[in-house]
């Protein structure tokens, strides 16, 4: 799983509200593949990551926001995927679009 690679995707939190914004932000990017981002609503990320609709609410202006920010991290994983397949040492000319077409079919980004 992409996630689990030590690829920072977010900027380090330095009070507890972002620090909530982020624990949400991983929540909702482990939420959506499952469910699709039309259906991780408020509830179910934060039944998923662990906290209340009232604390998710409450550090996360509304869900159009918090899907626009799971995006852009999706698109951050997906970009830092696609040159890690790019940049393979060996590959040779022919090899290299196969490669880049290989990036673009990561389970966890597709599905969402």
Known sequence: MLLSAKIPLL????????????????????????????????????????????????HIDNTQKLHAVTVVCFAKMHHVKWFCECSKAGLSAGEKP?????SHFIAM???A
């Open 11 to 58: 900027t380090v939190p330095d009070s507890p509200r972002q620090i909530h914004r982020r624990q949400t932000t991983y929540a909702c990017l482990s939420c959506a593949p499952r469910r699709g981002l039309s259906g991780s609503t408020i509830a179910t990320i934060a039944g998923h990551g662990g906290h209340s609709t009232g604390i998710v609410n409450f």
């Open 109 to 111: 980004i597709c599905i």
């Open 98 to 102: 196969l490669a880049i077409a290989d």
